[in-house]
């Protein structure tokens, strides 16, 4: 079992900067990947940026590549998510994940989630 507590989000302005968080406990392993995935109102969850276990691999959705950074320490067992140049449409639940697999990471298929952190980008 891994445990997964995400934390980081608030209320920011249009073009402001958040990093979010995800602290892992548990059955902990070098060997997940990590991904960050959000969900607004009334929409579906969706992907927004991913981390291999392996080779330094990072994904990242369109709508915020260039913006949005997705980073590790291993030996804190976190993920972060640094966001920049935010813009009120990234307002959502912040959920990060794990999944021990190097596939597919813009998936759903995820075998751990933390309880979300809501972001809130005002224009």
């Known amino acids: 079992q891994v445990q997964l507590v995400g934390s980081g989000g608030g209320l920011v302005q249009a073009g402001g900067s958040l990093r979010l968080s995800c602290a892992a406990s548990g059955r902990t392993s070098r060997n997940y990947s990590m991904g960050w995935f959000r969900q607004a109102p009334g929409k579906e969850r969706e992907f927004v940026a991913a981390s291999a276990w392996t080779g330094g691999i990072t994904y990242y959705a369109d709508s915020v590549k260039g913006r949005f950074t997705i980073s590790r320490d291993y030996a804190k067992n976190t993920v972060y998510l640094q966001m920049t140049s935010l813009k009120p449409e990234d307002t959502a639940v912040y959920y990060c994940?794990?999944?021990?697999?190097?596939?597919?990471?813009?998936?759903?298929?995820?075998?751990?989630w933390g309880q979300g952190t809501q972001v809130t980008v005002s224009s």
């Open positions: 994940a794990a999944r021990s697999s190097l596939v597919d990471l813009k998936g759903l298929d995820y075998n751990y």
